[in-house]
């Protein structure tokens, strides 16, 4: 068993094989989206250094920008400390990662009284 294999076989999928993976731009920071991967979406995009997730809805791998041209070229990977999530730090190409044609899928504010947040 190789070292790739060790640390993917330590991450907790959940029951449908699932694990959050959450994209974020390796230059600023910016988070800009979230979607699952599986087993086979993590080694393809660990072959081929470009992002593939997992479509729930269309229940196929999806090679990030294979249609669009806004591929994400990843640069670093980390899991969390209870190894049920994943970070991808990754060079968005095109400066386009949502489908809606923004830069980030995180742009619906949610307004929160100033009391709160003292």
């Known amino acids: 068993m190789n070292q790739d294999q060790l640390w993917i076989d330590s991450l907790k999928f959940n029951p449908q094989g699932l694990i959050p ?26 072959t081929t250094g470009e992002v593939h997730y997992w479509s729930r809805s269309r229940s196929q791998l999806w090679h990030k920008g294979a249609t669009s041209g806004h591929i994400q070229k990843l640069k670093a990977l980390y899991y969390d400390c209870d190894a049920d999530v994943l970070l991808l730090k990754i060079e968005q190409i095109g400066d386009v990662a949502c489908h809606t044609g923004a830069r980030s899928c995180f742009f619906n504010a949610v307004p929160i009284k100033s009391a709160i947040l003292s």
């Open 21 to 46: 993976a959450i994209a974020q731009d390796h230059k600023d920071g910016t988070v800009l989206m979230m979607a699952w991967m599986n087993r086979q979406s993590l080694q393809q995009t660990l």
